[in-house]
């Protein structure tokens, strides 16, 4: 039996300069999405971000499902990507 080629999970974190949740977010992200494709995205870089995300980040999506946003639990990321995983199957 072959097994089929899992595709990488994909994680975004929305951010912005100068807020203190998403610069405890990002190590956060990184280390719990290991292997996995993550994108930072400064929501200042367009108008559209800025208006859904303002008050809410940081935000983080696993294959554009939104998991958290705000503080960040320990924890989050890792669950989500591995139910990502498992969807695969």
Not at 75 to 81: D, K, L, S, T
Request: aromatic share 2%.
């Amino acid at each position: 039996m072959r097994r089929r080629k899992r595709r990488a999970v994909t994680v975004v974190l929305h951010t912005r300069a100068g807020c203190g949740l998403c610069l405890r977010a990002k190590p956060i992200v990184l280390r719990e999405a290991r292997g996995c494709t993550v994108t930072v995205i400064d929501i200042d870089s367009s108008d559209a971000l800025l208006t859904r995300y303002a008050l809410r980040i940081p935000v983080i999506s696993v294959d554009g499902n939104e998991v958290a946003e705000g503080e960040l639990q320990p924890g989050v990321v890792r669950a989500a990507v591995r139910a990502a995983l498992r969807q695969q199957n």
